[in-house]
């Protein structure tokens, strides 16, 4: 069959299919094929190249770490190199997605590139495949950094005249993303004053650039300022453009204590007491922290996350060895308890699995309450941070109950969420919280849990720089 219509989709479907197809960075009729494919049993073609796996499929650490970095191959002798720098960037956590110019398939194949960075590459500006949503956009616009490593004199002179009739220069024409060049072509050509024009004119607009440097060039006896800085240069230079120094945030110099997850509480050798938290608030908010220069220690129970960049992670079981690295962890500016700590653990610590019993019957098992961590750093007489914040995860009576979290357990805010499954807030992406203070009530919006983080650590910001004033 050479081809095949569908009509009488309805408009729902259709944009269901629309951002399915922009999330597995397919086109809507390649989204299809693999939908039929996949319903017949049969995957998708071997020839073809892998697509980007749908973002919701994404570890959940890319979701609060991973940077991302859309990386223009220009064509120049060094485009071999590029592929050194897909590793490098890799090696740092940062997701890399590829753009191949024309001229650089003279000397990288889009097979090798897409083979290192595990994503599809990008080459052609009206390729069917790539036009879901306006694909440059979204190449220009969903990343941290566009990196443009070999940047030719010619590919330069492009972006300094405003040019966009490839997809390279488009997605530079288009982006809102700081932008990183590291040229690389003869020393003349870099002297050149055509090139000291653009390249003037570049790093007005603020665009920045690594190398070129100064050594020995492809062509047999040349020498000079034009070779381009190596890959492990060009991957630090682009980390340091992605993720803000350690120190420049808002909460530059704090300590910041974060708990997460839900413990395990053991009945026996090989069974437990647990809860349905993912930990996913837990580490955006440490996450959320780090990336505003704080030091930030994360206590966390069990979990299926990996460990955000730039905070001190301790995994533990119980409530009692998270009550252990809770106290290590201080003296901190703010604590935020964000794990679903177990109320009870089994009063019994048995060395033993508890068997059946021949005849029947079910054992009895005591419980008796765990420390509550929350409360205790609330009460410190000495050394309490100055900002202690507790969550209230509600089925019922969300405010009520976050208003009365507030007063026993002598916290500062308590921020109050409703866990009812039909929510699916234990174990989704997104969240709606109240903040619940002295002052009162303030509902937020539902909202993402990376945002949910960003916007509670800027108000932890805030109120330390007010309680520093003495305001
Ligand atoms: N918390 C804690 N230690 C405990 C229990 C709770 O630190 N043993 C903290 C949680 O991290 C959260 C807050 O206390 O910040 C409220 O937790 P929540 O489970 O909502 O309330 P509980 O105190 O357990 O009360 P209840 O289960 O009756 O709602």
Not at 288 to 316: C, H, K, M, Q, Y
Not at 444 to 455: E, L, N
Request: proline residues 5%; neutral net charge.
């Amino acid at each position: 069959m050479a081809s095949l219509t569908v009509r009488g989709l309805e408009d729902a479907v259709k944009a269901q299919l629309r951002l399915r197809a922009a999330a597995s960075g397919r086109s809507v009729e390649d989204e299809v094929r693999t939908i039929l494919r996949e319903a017949a049993g049969r995957p998708g073609d071997a020839g073809r190249e892998p697509a980007a796996p749908p973002l919701d499929s994404r570890p959940p650490s890319s979701k609060t770490a991973e940077k991302r970095v859309t990386l223009i191959i220009g064509g120049g002798i060094a485009a071999f190199k590029a592929l050194d720098l897909i590793r490098r960037l890799k090696e740092r956590a940062i997701g890399v997605r590829c753009v191949l110019t024309r001229a650089a398939q003279h000397f990288v194949t889009p097979l090798s590139v897409s083979a290192l960075s595990g994503e599809r590459c990008y080459s052609d500006l009206f390729d069917p495949d790539s036009e879901f949503d306006a694909g440059h956009i979204r190449l220009a616009r969903d990343c941290d950094l566009v990196l443009v490593a070999p940047a030719t004199a010619d590919f330069i002179a492009k972006m300094a005249n405003g040019h966009a009739d490839d997809l390279a220069s488009a997605i530079l024409l288009a982006t809102d993303r700081p932008v990183l060049l590291a040229p690389a072509m003869n020393p003349l050509m870099w002297a050149n004053a055509a090139t000291a024009r653009n390249i003037r004119q570049l790093t007005n607009h603020g665009i920045q650039l690594v190398g070129p440097e100064t050594g020995a060039m492809a062509e047999a006896g040349e020498s000079g300022l034009g070779r381009m800085s190596e890959p492990v240069d060009i991957a630090g230079a682009a980390d340091t453009l992605v993720r803000p120094a350690r120190g420049a945030g808002a909460l530059s110099g704090r300590r910041v204590l974060v708990t997460a997850g839900p413990t395990h509480e053991a009945i026996d050798p090989v069974r437990y007491i647990a809860n349905r938290s993912s930990g996913k608030q837990g580490f955006a908010i440490a996450a959320a922290a780090a990336a505003e220069g704080a030091e930030v220690a994360l206590i966390t129970g069990p979990v299926r996350l990996s460990d955000p960049d730039g905070v001190g992670v301790t995994r533990v079981e119980s409530a009692r060895e998270m009550l252990t690295a809770v106290e290590a962890a201080l003296p901190v500016d703010c604590a935020i308890f964000a794990a679903a700590v177990a109320d009870w653990r089994v009063a019994e610590d048995r060395a033993q699995k508890i068997k059946k019993k021949a005849g029947g019957g079910t054992p009895t098992l005591q419980l008796v309450e765990n420390p509550d961590l929350l409360a205790t750093v609330a009460q410190l007489k000495t050394g309490r941070p100055a900002l202690v914040i507790g969550f209230a995860a509600e089925t019922e009576n969300l405010i009520a109950n976050a208003k009365s979290k507030l007063a026993r357990k002598h916290c500062d805010w308590i921020v109050a969420n409703d866990v009812s499954p039909e929510g699916g807030v234990f174990g989704g992406d997104r969240n709606t919280v109240h903040l619940v203070t002295a002052d009162g009530v303030e509902s937020w919006p539902a909202m993402a849990k990376d945002d949910v983080a960003g916007a509670l650590v800027k108000r932890v910001a805030t109120a330390l720089q007010g309680a520093a004033a003495g305001v």
